[in-house]
Nanobody, 118 residues
Framework: QVQLVEAGGGLVQAGGSLRLSCAASGRTFNNYVMGWFRQAPGKEREFVAAINWNGGIRNTAASVKGRFTVSRDNAKNTVYLQMNSLKPEDTAVYFC???????????WGQGTQVTVSS
């Protein structure tokens, strides 16, 4: 009954920026961790960033640290991923996810494609 819908993906030149959003609907849990994963062609899915319920704790993958910022707006049941200084290696399908703790992402969106051209 929980639905996560990503938006904001697209094609951008290297060095550019995109902001992804993920809106939760249905049976939502504002206290859940919300985060982002990505999967590039030929690679396994990897963790990108996540944020706890009140925004006080963030975890960010080393590969995007300093470039990507995760945030959330609980009033809108939405999590964001601000992506700056994009690189071609950031090209992937980005998935929104949520769960009761940092190690349990129970709900997943369908993904949004991000393509970074060189």
């Amino acid at each position: 009954q929980v639905q996560l819908v990503e938006a904001g993906g697209g094609l951008v030149q290297a060095g550019g920026s995109l902001r992804l959003s993920c809106a939760a609907s249905g049976r939502t849990f504002n206290n859940y961790v919300m985060g982002w994963f990505r999967q590039a062609p030929g690679k396994e899915r990897e963790f990108v960033a996540a944020i706890n319920w009140n925004g006080g704790i963030r975890n960010t993958a080393a590969s995007v640290k300093g470039r990507f910022t995760v945030s959330r707006d609980n009033a809108k049941n939405t999590v964001y991923l601000q992506m700056n200084s994009l690189k071609p290696e950031d090209t992937a399908v980005y998935f929104c996810a949520s769960g009761p703790d940092w190690g349990t992402f129970r709900y997943w969106g369908q993904g949004t494609q991000v393509t970074v051209s060189s």
